[in-house]
């Protein structure tokens, strides 16, 4: 018999939880005739949330829920969930009540259809958001130019798909990317995105900047071009700068009060050589961490999962 699995990342949303569950029992569980299972994983709440997951434990035995033990990030806790679903496909789902909970059975219906990942889109949005619509224009332009232009959410995967995503066991990498490079049978389906109405996001500016450099240091060549094009602009203005001071020299026109002129290029040299050090430092930082072989995630606790 077919089984759907329900995944969801949990961080920081307690007063979230109950309504998201019986949002989806309404709309989705009273509706099907499968089995189902749905994953909760909670990333290192500091709230109440683990303690409301239990409690919905204690009313669904379908819920099987994952405690990490600390805050590994939104992509680890996903990447969790997927790989400890056991459905023939699994759904991501969000906590935060945004995404409406119909998608879910127009994304089962795709999948029927023989899809292996099914994407979705959002049309609109009414929570408008500078980053997300820069983020996607970027990714579009320099990394993947099948990028939707107001973004996507991972939708649906079946089994061989989450497979394969558990299989590339990537650090510092976005997983929304890493199921675009897979490639796989893929469609996609359109949905407005909600204000969020209970709680308050913790998507942060310091996470926001983190997925921004994942995503160009994991799948585009930009970074490194762009250290390339820093030093042969940097190389041909010192040659410019070498080639007018020998003329200078050879006509006598080099003044004594060239101190400004010397002090600006030093600092623009300064400047240069930093910005590349730092690019390169960020390629040097993803190559050590990938070499310490620390696991993406680690489990502290589990419930209901022989249930």
């Not at 961080?11 to 949002?23: C, G, S, T, V």
């Not at 089995?35 to 409301?52: A, K, L, P, R």
């Not at 049309?123 to 820069?134: A, I, P, T, V, Y």
């Not at 469609?187 to 983190?210: C, D, E, H, N, P």
Request: hydrophobic share 45%; charged share 20%.
């Amino acid at each position: 018999m077919t089984k759907i699995s329900i995944v969801i990342p949990v961080y920081q949303n307690e007063f979230n939880l109950k309504p998201l569950y019986e949002d989806i029992k309404e709309k989705f569980i009273n509706k099907i005739d499968f089995e189902y299972e749905i994953v909760m994983v909670d990333d290192g709440s500091t709230d109440n949330s683990w303690q409301v997951m239990k409690e919905l434990a204690q009313i669904d035995k379908n819920i099987k829920l994952i405690h990490l033990s600390r805050n590994f990030g939104a992509g680890a806790a996903t990447l969790c969930g997927f790989a400890n679903s056991t459905g023939d496909c699994a759904i991501l789902k969000a906590a935060d009540l945004q995404d409406p909970t119909e998608l879910l059975l127009q994304l089962y219906d795709k999948w029927k259809e023989g899809y292996n990942v099914i994407v979705t889109l959002r049309e609109n949005r009414e929570d408008k958001s500078l980053f997300s619509s820069l983020y996607y224009k970027l990714i579009k332009k320099f990394v993947f130019s099948n990028m939707p232009p107001n973004g996507f959410d991972v939708g649906l995967l079946d089994r061989k798909a989450i497979n394969a995503l558990v299989s590339l066991d990537e650090k510092d990498s976005a997983l929304g990317m890493q199921i675009l490079w897979m490639g796989f049978k893929s469609t996609a389906v359109k949905y407005t995105r909600k204000i969020r109405k209970i709680g308050k996001s913790q998507w942060t500016f310091s996470k926001k900047l983190k997925l921004v450099l994942d995503s160009f240091y994991s799948f585009s060549a930009l970074p490194i071009t762009l250290v390339t094009i820093i030093g042969t602009l940097s190389v041909f203005a010192s040659l410019l700068w070498a080639i007018s001071l020998f003329i200078a020299k050879i006509c006598g026109n080099i003044p004594v009060s060239g101190y400004t002129s010397i002090i600006l290029f030093i600092l623009f040299s300064f400047g240069t050589i930093m910005l590349t050090l730092g690019i390169l430092g960020g390629y040097i930082w993803r190559i050590l961490n990938a070499s310490r072989k620390r696991p993406l995630y680690i489990i502290e606790e589990k419930i209901n999962e022989n249930d």
